[in-house]
């Protein structure tokens, strides 16, 4: 099903949205586009992709995942412990599609027959997500490596494509179909047609697509040659900047705070870049080095989670880590290295 949607109704229709349940969409903020909880008044944002993905929406960067409240001990009370489930749903609005793909990443490894976690498949159950297709890819842009592309309604319930005096709304879901119905869409009529034109056209500005087949293997060769790696890592700074803005990066810690009579338990995105991820109690820490975490990020996401997950790629190819790097390290041309690397050396 296919609807037209003027761009003040689509402001509209975002701010109905909002009155009944929690909504996140891309505002301008600072000089930036960033994501928020739409409040009245906010104006949607789509002139550029948002500096950080709409992850939050199915796994905050912090959340606290259970209080515990302590009694005196002359109050003869025991401690009562509270877990916080999320509850209610989401609305991501103008999400792009390597932002709404990245959730695709979480769920071999959140939702398993050993292992489900309820605090993300509460969300992302709880989630619906209304897409933007990109018309025009940038240059550290590479989803079309990576199985995707610039239109890829996978992980979407609706996807829109911006045509002119709005958007043509394609609803991928039957939860979609349903948002559809809304009044404020009209038919679309010939702007399907556009919009078609548009996605093809956004596809073929992003040219030719690198062949990654080759990586997971490449990547294990280099495995033990910390000469490449220390290569590869010269510029970086360990900041971790690449990890909280990357849309498929998983990690979490768990911390304790404490105040008076309550504590919480803390759930917080981690950093595989920080020297203190894998710093272990005796001081000890097998990747000591920037040369040993950058080759565990690039192993990881193009080689050991391929590997166990059906050859998909953890990384949905945003170019975030790219932009926001501030030594240059390019995620592509490390991967490229290691595939271009002579085997006999
Ligand atoms: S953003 Fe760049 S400098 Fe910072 S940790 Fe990642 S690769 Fe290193
Ligand atoms: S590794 Fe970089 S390009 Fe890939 S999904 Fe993460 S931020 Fe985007």
């Known amino acids: 099903m296919e609807r037209f949607i003027t761009q003040d109704n689509l402001q509209r229709f975002a701010a109905g949205l909002a009155e009944k349940k929690n909504v996140l969409a891309p505002v301008a903020s600072g000089g930036t586009t960033t994501f928020r909880r739409l409040r009245p008044g906010m104006q949607l944002d789509f002139s550029r992709m948002a500096v950080i993905s709409p992850k939050d929406a199915t796994f905050p960067r912090n959340e606290t995942l259970l209080t515990v409240q302590h009694y005196p001990e002359e109050s003869g009370k025991r401690m009562e412990l509270q877990e916080h489930l999320p509850e209610g749903e989401m609305v991501v609005i103008g999400c792009r599609p390597c932002g709404t793909r990245g959730k695709l990443v979480f769920d071999p490894v959140y939702e398993t027959q050993a292992i489900k976690d309820p605090y993300y498949i509460r969300r992302r159950d709880g989630a619906t997500f209304i897409t933007l ?14 199985g995707s592309g610039p239109a890829d309604e996978e992980g979407s319930d609706i996807l829109l494509t911006a045509v002119e005096g709005g958007f043509v709304a394609k609803a991928v879901t039957e939860k979609g179909e349903q948002l559809l119905g809304d009044s404020l869409f009209e038919d679309a009529g010939a702007k399907a047609e556009e919009a078609a034109a548009s996605n093809a056209s956004a596809r073929k500005l992003m040219g030719e697509a690198h062949d990654f087949s080759s990586a997971a293997e490449k990547l294990l060769k280099r495995f033990d ?11 970086c700074i360990s900041c971790g900047a690449c990890t909280y803005m990357c849309p498929t ?25 920080s020297h203190t991820f894998t710093l272990e109690g005796s001081g000890h820490n097998p990747r000591s080095t920037k040369a040993h975490r950058l080759k565990n990020r690039m192993g990881h996401k193009f080689s050991y989670y391929p590997d166990l997950h059906g050859g998909q790629i953890a990384c949905c190819g945003c170019g975030r880590c790219i932009k926001q790097c501030p030594a240059g390290v390019d ?5 490229m290295a290691a595939q271009e690397y002579p085997d006999e050396r």
């Not at 040659?225 to 510029?235: A, G, I, V």
């Open 331 to 335: 995620i592509r041309q490390v991967v």
């Open 133 to 146: 297709a990109c018309a025009r890819p940038e240059t550290t842009c590479f989803c079309h490596s990576v």
């Open 225 to 235: 040659d910390m000469d490449f790696w220390q290569t590869q890592s010269d510029k």
């Open 249 to 273: 990066c998983y990690c979490f810690n768990i911390t304790d705070d404490e105040a008076g009579l309550v504590s919480r338990r803390l759930r917080t995105w981690d950093n595989c870049m």
